[in-house]
Nanobody, 119 residues
Framework: QVQLVESGGGLVQPGGSLTLSCAASENIFSISVMGWYRQAPGKERELVASISSGGSRNYADSVKDRFTISTDSAKNTVDLQMNNLKPEDTAIYYC?????????????WGQGTQVTVSS
């Protein structure tokens, strides 16, 4: 069972930056895909960015030129660097880990961290 703990959320002004971090209880190499999702009030949870064990990255169109996802295998963390933040980025951000085996897939979620972009 993989446990995930997010940190780094907070209040920031438009145009500012924040870095979110997700610490995993298992070695990153044992996880096929890690990603960041977000959910704003009244909206569905959406994928923001993901990174595979092979280093392939994927971003939502709304953030691809502003956000960067990366991993640190030594610390078993996945980070999300967010630049030029906009009010519409305000949401609860969740870390996700997916293990893929021959016969099954396992998904795990963190508790979420609040990001608020406001002047």
């Amino acid at each position: 069972q993989v446990q995930l703990v997010e940190s780094g959320g907070g209040l920031v002004q438009p145009g500012g930056s924040l870095t979110l971090s997700c610490a995993a209880s298992e070695n990153i190499f044992s996880i096929s895909v890690m990603g960041w999702y977000r959910q704003a009030p009244g909206k569905e949870r959406e994928l923001v960015a993901s990174i595979s064990s092979g280093g392939s990255r994927n971003y939502a169109d709304s953030v691809k030129d502003r956000f960067t996802i990366s991993t640190d295998s030594a610390k078993n963390t996945v980070d999300l660097q967010m630049n030029n933040l906009k009010p519409e980025d305000t949401a609860i951000y969740y870390c996700n880990a997916e293990q893929r085996f021959v016969s099954k897939r396992n998904n795990y979620w963190g508790q979420g961290t609040q990001v608020t972009v406001s002047s």
